[in-house]
């Protein structure tokens, strides 16, 4: 008897929506040209599996809720961007360039959690043992055991796991992986939504921490279906330039803790290193009493983040100014030039423009504002603004400087750093409540329009 034929759908390979048919432009995403011809994978719950478990819903009030079980991963930038450490059971995904650092990071934690007794299973599906242990050598020495796989068969990953039940696994990466079942190529939206249902599934059963590791495309986002982000509990993005020593350990999602948190690290020749300070990290080698260089702060979650705001302004040789901005939105750099045209009555419309946010940062915060205008005028009327000074706050369209949130978190780092002045928005300078002591010495100044920093300059 023949079979039958397989059948095929097709899928987005940006949001995995699926259809039956090719379609020009994917109905929920909006992206052109994302649909992929997929074989469809068959469920593997059977009719006498349904009704076998019947479950009632229980009332809100007979719930209990108890503390998460977390384990210090011995990595405190690490602990931080998780929420405190790692909840027994849950699914991670780190995503990153290639080269960035995605499984030195894992490997550091693999040998901090062998060393305090933890069963740690680290599984390749793209270097051999070999390589692993060359680089696991280049870290330093491991005091306890680390349990290695290279395997890309999910199927024999999940036996194994099943029999040994470490206490963390980590799987690099998501995109070798695959099921002989779904009979898609390896990485492909069948197989990656597949192989992460099946480790979600590992991980809530068993009570396992999972680490999954995902390629990101050009454009910064991880490769693959966006329902894997959202099926994972959390998600960390590795940033950083390749070219320069400073990494970036990013939380945008987290079911455990808050998003947005920030940790930095340094790569050094033995690893990745910890920076404790961040702020004082991001202002070395900074100019003293230049023009057009100024200390603005930023929130990073719940840490304060200083930066240096750099701006050049000059006079342009062609009929359309040249407008650059790096590390910061180009558009809002635009508006914010024309606010200065429009309210302080300064032609910007001849001359090129060009912002850098140093250190590598990309800040999009409205906080940043001040520092922007502030680094423009600065550069254009070549004064330099004292370099003792922080300025931070949000300009509106028609010249007013709006509060920001967390402004005594943000005085307060800037006290400890040895600030002297301090250019905030008048509404937040009223709410302060930080006593002399805790300024060390810092002048507050509070302005209430961008007229007001023409003065200040």
């Known amino acids: 008897m023949a079979k039958g034929k397989n059948k095929t759908a097709f899928f987005c ?9 090719w379609l020009g432009q994917c109905p929920s995403c909006h992206e052109w040209n994302t649909f992929v011809e997929e074989p469809v994978v068959k469920s593997s719950v059977g009719k006498e599996r349904l009704g076998i478990r019947k479950k009632e819903p229980s009332k809100l009030s007979e719930v209990s809720i108890t503390e998460e079980e977390r384990t210090l991963t011995g990595i405190g930038e690490f602990d931080r961007v998780l929420g405190g450490g790692i909840v027994t059971g849950s699914l991670v995904l780190v995503g990153g360039d290639p080269g960035i650092g995605k499984s030195t990071l894992l490997l550091q934690m693999c040998r901090k959690l062998a060393a305090i007794g933890k069963n740690v299973l680290y599984v390749s599906g793209e270097e051999s043992i070999k390589q692993i242990k060359m680089r696991a050598d280049r870290l330093g020495k491991f005091e306890k055991e680390l349990l290695l796989l290279s395997e890309t068969d999910l199927d024999i990953v999940v036996e194994i796991v099943t029999e040994r039940k470490p206490d963390v696994v980590i799987i690099d ?16 939206v069948s197989q990656v939504r597949e192989t992460t249902s099946t480790l979600m599934r590992l991980a809530k059963e068993l009570a396992i921490s999972v680490f999954v590791v995902g390629h990101v495309t050009k454009e910064g986002v991880v490769a693959g279906p966006r329902v894997l982000e959202h099926m994972v509990d959390t998600v960390l993005y590795f940033e950083g330039d390749g070219s320069a020593s400073y990494r970036f350990l990013r939380g945008v999602k987290n079911r455990f803790g808050s998003t947005n948190e920030i940790g930095v690290f340094e790569m050094r020749g033995n690893g990745l290193t910890e920076v404790a300070n961040p702020s004082e990290y991001m202002l070395q080698g900074k100019p003293e009493n230049e023009p057009g260089s100024v200390v603005a702060c930023s929130m990073e979650g719940t840490r304060p983040i200083l930066v240096e705001v750099q701006a050049l302004v000059c006079q342009t040789n062609f009929n359309m100014p040249r407008r650059t901005a790096a590390g910061t939105d180009y558009n809002r750099v635009n508006l914010l030039m024309a606010v200065i045209e429009k309210r302080l009555g300064i032609r910007l419309g001849d001359c090129d423009a060009y912002i850098n946010v140093a250190g590598g940062m990309r800040i999009n915060e409205p906080a940043l504002d001040l520092g922007i205008i502030a680094a423009l005028l600065s550069s254009y009327r070549n004064l330099a603004l004292d370099s003792r000074t ?27 750093l040895g600030f002297r002045r301090c250019i905030l928005p008048q509404v937040n300078k009223k709410q302060l409540e930080i006593s002399t ?5 810092m002048q507050l100044i509070g302005i209430q329009t961008i007229h007001e920093i023409l003065g200040v300059l």
Do not use: H, W
């Open 13 to 21: 390979k940006d949001c995995g929506f699926e259809s039956v048919k």
């Open 173 to 188: 990466s998501i995109q070798t992986m695959y099921r002989e079942e779904v009979g898609s190529a390896p990485g492909s």
């Open 437 to 441: 002591e805790m300024l060390n010495g």
């Open 390 to 416: 922080i300025c931070f706050g949000e300009v509106g369209l028609v010249g007013e400087v709006r509060a920001v949130n967390m402004a005594e978190q943000r005085v307060l780092e800037a006290a400890k």
